[in-house]
């Protein structure tokens, strides 16, 4: 969706840095974080609401891909910041 600046961000044109982008997924940190690592990890295909992912068949693998990434990305910046 062109409008959708989650969709612009995941088709990287937007200057927002991706702390981790494959075909599925792009994980970014919050522009008003609030807490310390306040990072959202985002499918790359447009999903309007959270309503429309029961409406889908691969929303489990999705899900449990976002998990995995969002857990990574915890794991490498607790260790950078130690």
């Known amino acids: 969706m062109a409008s ?3 969709c612009q961000i ?3 044109e937007t200057s927002t840095k991706l702390l981790h ?3 599925k997924v792009v994980a970014f940190q919050d522009i008003n974080p609030s807490a310390y690592r306040h990072y959202l990890v985002i499918p790359v295909d447009h999903i309007a609401s ?3 992912l029961w409406r889908r ?3 489990y693998a999705l899900a449990t891909h976002m998990l995995t990434v969002r857990q990574t990305i915890l794991h490498k910046d607790a260790q950078q910041s130690k």
Do not use: H, K, L, P
Request: glycine share 0%; net charge negative; charged share 35%.
């Open 50 to 52: 959270v309503r429309d």
């Open 10 to 12: 995941a088709r990287s």
């Open 21 to 23: 982008s494959d075909e």
């Open 4 to 6: 959708c600046i989650f």
């Open 57 to 59: 068949t691969t929303n």
